[in-house]
């Protein structure tokens, strides 16, 4: 299996702050098509799983756009570039190149 | 609007059976493929299982392989999972979710699987 590994797992910002995610994946996730199915979710206090980039860098509709995705191979980024209050939640990576689908562990972003 | 509606989530014992189903409405549920994935209390997101559009072909987490099986009655834009031989460690919430890039969500249904 695929393992994804985000770090760090907390992740304390300031509010109005950039903050970065990291995934990494254990192999590559280019799919013989040539693309990169890395996607990210965020998952509020309470909430189900929206996702926010799906294909490494394409943000979902309504994803304001200081959220970004960048990365390519086995290496992949989140960012925030302005944190704001509604921002805070558990943020996940998940890969759909290969079987059995598989998430990292989550980072859980807090305001300072 | 997307939309997806989860139902069955129940208490059960070990060794006991459940089926879960998903309501689809406001898209083509028959043109969409189809996710099973699960968050126990507390800790992150497991994918459990996935469907094809067309309900020929599945995929199963190695946790569950054998003992779940997922199915789809697109006339009726539902979703199943059928639980069997069910474990402490199934002790869940479960979502489905639309898409291999899982682009949609429901609310979920809690599984509580307990002597």
């Known amino acids: 299996d695929v393992v994804m590994t985000q770090s760090p797992l907390s992740l304390p910002v300031t509010l109005g702050q950039p903050a970065s995610i990291s995934c990494r994946s254990s192999?590559?996730?280019?799919?013989?098509?040539?693309?990169?199915?890395l996607n990210w979710f965020q998952q509020r206090p309470g909430q189900s799983p929206r996702r926010l980039i799906y294909k490494v860098s394409n943000r979902d509709s309504g994803v304001p756009d200081r959220f970004s995705g960048s990365g390519s191979g086995t290496d992949f980024t989140l960012k925030i570039s302005r944190v704001e209050a509604e921002d805070v939640g558990v943020y996940y990576c998940m890969q759909d190149t290969h079987w059995p689908r598989t998430f990292g562990q989550g980072t859980k972003l807090q305001i300072k | 609007e997307v939309q997806l509606l989860e139902s069955g989530g129940d208490w059960e014992q070990p060794g006991g059976s459940l089926r879960l189903s998903c309501v689809a409405s406001g898209f083509t549920f028959k043109n969409f493929a189809m996710n099973w994935v699960r968050q126990a209390p507390g800790k992150g997101l497991e994918w459990v299982s996935f469907?094809?559009?067309?309900?020929?072909?599945?995929s199963y987490a190695d946790s569950v392989e054998g003992r779940f099986s997922i199915s789809r009655d697109n006339s009726k834009n539902t979703l199943y999972l059928q639980m069997n031989s069910l474990r402490g460690e199934d002790t869940a919430v479960y979502f489905c979710?639309?898409?291999?890039?899982?682009?949609?969500w429901g609310q979920g249904t809690l599984v509580t699987v307990s002597s």
């Open positions: 979710a639309r898409n291999g890039a899982l682009d949609h």
């Open positions: 469907i094809s559009d067309s309900g020929h072909w599945a």
């Open positions: 192999q590559s996730l280019v799919y013989s098509d040539g693309n990169t199915y």
